[in-house]
């Protein structure tokens, strides 16, 4: 995939939406490529981890054992919270049909994070976002 298609593809999720085209353009040349077939655990709960994913096409399942948590299509990503802060992961993510994704490790994103003002910011505002639609963490 070139370097413009993977920039149009992060300007397209939430966490990068609306960056400096340059910027897009250097994440995504340090974003790594994933071919994952149908069934393929991405990453395991109890797992330790330091990266985030981006599907850029196909789907991923997250998953608490078999009781499916959130299907996730293009452009969509998962794994925040391990490539901010690395830790054991709360859930696995497998391929629920034939995947690519784009993974981002944390000292890639945070390399990009202490350049970018921007960056910083646009991260804060979409996890506030997100702990805002979720019932269970209170106000």
Known sequence: MLT??????????DLFSGLPGELLSDMAAMAKEL?????????????FSSAMYVVTSG????????????ELAERRSF???????PRVRSSSATAAEDSLLLKIDHEVLFEFIAESPALAKRIIGTLCRRIGNDSSFPE
């Open 35 to 47: 071919e994952v077939p149908a069934g393929r655990t991405v990453t395991a709960k109890g797992e």
């Open 79 to 85: 794994g925040t919270r391990c490539a901010l802060d």
């Open 59 to 70: 789907k991923v399942n997250i998953h608490d054992g078999e009781k499916v948590i959130r």
């Open 4 to 13: 413009i298609e993977k920039a149009m593809i992060l300007n397209d999720v």
